[in-house]
């Protein structure tokens, strides 16, 4: 089992920055996929941006053609925390954000979600 905080959600005006955080009740390195993704009413839940485990030279990260260049996945395993920065905001970027922790056995976790407003 992984319980997931996630922090960081607010609103925003366009083209500005807002770092979600995600601490999960585990270390990280135990976990294959740490992931964001968003959702609105009525669409389906899309991956934003994912992290495998390992190091800076073995980890692969994706991002969804929508974010790229705009949206950043990090890592913190000082204080076990996966952050998204998330610059340049567009109103389409609105959203209920939800941090994702996939185990090497592929079971799913995830966060109570952090809402994302853009709007001017």
């Known amino acids: 089992q992984v319980q997931l905080v996630e922090s960081g959600g607010g609103s925003v005006q366009p083209g500005g920055s807002l770092r979600l955080s995600c601490v999960p009740s585990?270390?990280?390195?135990?976990?294959?996929?740490m992931g964001w993704y968003r959702q609105t009413p009525g669409k389906e839940r899309e991956m934003v941006a994912t992290?495998?485990?390992?190091?800076?030279?073995?980890?692969?990260?994706n991002y969804s053609d929508s974010v790229k260049g705009r949206f950043t996945i990090s890592r913190d395993d000082a204080s076990n925390t996966v952050f998204l920065q998330m610059n340049n905001l567009k109103s389409e970027d609105t959203a209920l954000y939800y941090c994702?922790?996939?185990?090497?056995?592929?079971?799913?976790?995830w966060g109570q979600g952090t809402q994302v407003t853009v709007s001017s």
């Open positions: 992290m495998t485990a390992g190091d800076t030279r073995t980890r692969r990260i």
């Open positions: 585990r270390s990280i390195w135990t976990v294959y996929v």
């Open positions: 994702n922790a996939r185990s090497y056995s592929d079971v799913d976790y």
